[in-house]
């Protein structure tokens, strides 16, 4: 089956900084790729996902890259805020009905003003 | 985007008792999900619950301690059985209308 790890597991940024969060897959045939923000006391939130037949996609300050050949994909946060301060989860999946998420194991971000 | 609600949102139980958490879906879907998120972890997931047929369970969950219920094509129940400690957790109930999976708030559990 699928394995997906995430690194850093905490990654400590100042304001204004950028943050990445870097994610490897194991499974050639995976083919989507969501982010998911979890503030704390709250559920998953989807902030951004991109599918294999791109190789980037922006959405203001969240930008995620995905490498095919090297099965790793990555989430590029700029100009950080505070309300950036979340754990982020990767995750990937064949994308059809019935092949669920695979996540990794999250990222603590925290964002220092 | 989905609009995902669960109850209770939180609850304290004491061990051997159960506890029924609902999920209710803004919109018909044939697969909902439910994963258990033990504290300071991933997700995990417990088993697939479609509708009109019993639900799938992934490795090291059961339908005796994990029953399910998904009545209809916009609610699913969750019961966590005969609690222990060891089933302190936040579940989480989520869905996929078309290829975007989305995710309820959870229900944080602790069992004294």
């Known amino acids: 089956g699928e394995n997906v790890e995430q690194h850093p597991s905490t990654l400590s940024v100042q304001e204004g900084d950028s943050a990445v969060i870097k994610c490897t897959y194991s499974?050639?045939?995976?083919?989507?790729f969501p982010w998911y923000k979890q503030e704390l006391g709250k559920g998953p939130q989807l902030i951004i996902d991109?599918?294999?037949?791109?190789g980037e996609k922006k959405d203001q300050r969240i930008a995620v890259t995905l490498n095919k050949t090297a099965k790793h994909f990555s989430l590029h946060i700029t100009e950080t805020q505070p309300e950036d301060s979340a754990v982020y989860f990767c995750?990937?999946?064949?994308?059809?009905?019935?092949?669920?998420?695979?996540f990794g194991g999250g990222t603590r971000l925290m964002v220092k003003p | 985007s989905a609009v995902i609600s669960q109850k209770p949102s939180r609850d304290i139980c004491q061990r051997g008792t159960s506890l029924t958490i609902q999920c209710q879906v803004d919109?018909?879907?044939?697969?909902m999900f439910w994963y258990r998120q033990q504290p300071g972890q991933s997700l995990t997931l417990i088993a697939t619950?479609?509708?009109?047929?019993?639900?799938?369970?992934e490795s090291g969950f059961v339908i005796d301690k994990f029953p399910i219920s998904r009545p209809n094509l916009t609610f699913s129940t969750l019961t966590v059985s005969n609690m222990s400690p060891e089933d302190s957790s936040i579940y989480l109930c989520?869905?996929?209308?078309?290829?975007?999976?989305?995710f309820g708030p959870g229900t944080r559990l602790t069992v004294l």
């Open positions: 989520s869905d996929l209308p078309g290829n975007t999976q989305y």
């Open positions: 995750a990937a999946t064949k994308g059809n009905a019935g092949n669920m998420l695979t």
């Open positions: 619950a479609n509708q009109g047929s019993e639900a799938t369970y």
């Open positions: 919109s018909q879907v044939t697969m």
């Open positions: 499974d050639s045939a995976s083919n989507y």
């Open positions: 991109i599918r294999s037949n791109v």
